[in-house]
């Protein structure tokens, strides 16, 4: 099996947010998505040790916020790489309360539901939610995983679904022009130079570049 294949499915970056008992709480999570129109339901992954999971199983209910691409990437950081058993994350965030339930403001929308279903697996339990509640907050486009990945060069914890290891980064293979020092870098690790390469500072030919 190539694992590598997964790279290429695509997600959308959102805040899971549920209750713990008076307190809101929640994580981030990319592994969501709309299951039925009507009724409208939606189904969201979330690891076993993560505290949302056990949350969401008391409450009942759960709120997905879609993350804009301006959002404040500290809400990332709060959500995405601290435990609600520890931390309060919503200390600090401006949060609007629907149905119950905490949602940030800082995002494209939200989307509250209550669990109908629900299906473990080996490390994830997957909530099936029927949508009780959504709105549209603000209308800039809504953060891709790939987003997250390429331009805000975010990483993914172990216990998101899709984590995979970090991909070997491949050593470009690199010249140095013998007069004059100029550097050459190719796309490819063993790559080789043209036959009529020649420095496009000092013009002398391939004979006098040395292999980095
Ligand atoms: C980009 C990103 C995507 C994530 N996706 C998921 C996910 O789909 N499901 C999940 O269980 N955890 C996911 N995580 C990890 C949780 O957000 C993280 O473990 C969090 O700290 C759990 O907090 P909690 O213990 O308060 O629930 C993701 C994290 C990041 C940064």
Not at 2 to 31: M, Q, W
Not at 73 to 88: C, E, H, M
Not at 189 to 207: I, N, R, V, W
Request: charged share 20%; aromatic share 10%; hydrophobic share 35%.
């Amino acid at each position: 099996m190539n694992k590598n294949t997964f790279r290429n499915l695509s997600y959308g970056v959102y805040i899971v947010t549920t209750l713990d008992g008076e307190r809101p709480t929640g994580c981030v999570a990319n592994s969501a998505m709309q299951i039925t129109s009507t009724p409208a339901t939606i189904a969201v992954s979330i690891n076993h040790d993560n505290y949302t999971n056990a949350c969401i199983k008391k409450s009942g209910k759960f709120a997905l916020s879609i993350m804009t691409e301006n959002a404040d990437p500290g809400l990332i950081g709060i959500f995405g790489f601290q435990s609600g058993k520890d931390v309060n994350k919503f200390d600090g965030v401006k949060t609007l309360v629907k149905e119950g339930i905490s949602v940030p403001e800082d995002s494209c929308g939200y989307i509250v539901c209550n669990v109908i279903n629900q299906m473990e697996t080996a490390t994830h339990t997957v909530f099936l939610g029927e949508v009780i509640d959504a709105d549209v907050l603000k209308k800039e486009e809504p953060m891709t995983y790939a987003y997250y990945h390429k331009v805000i060069k975010g990483k993914s914890p172990k216990n998101a679904p899709t984590y995979l290891p970090e991909e070997p980064v491949e050593e470009k293979a690199k010249w140095a022009c013998g007069i004059c020092g100029y550097e050459y870098e190719g796309e490819i690790p063993f790559e080789e130079l043209p036959a009529d390469f020649c420095c496009p500072l000092c013009k002398q030919p391939k004979s006098v570049f040395q292999k980095q």
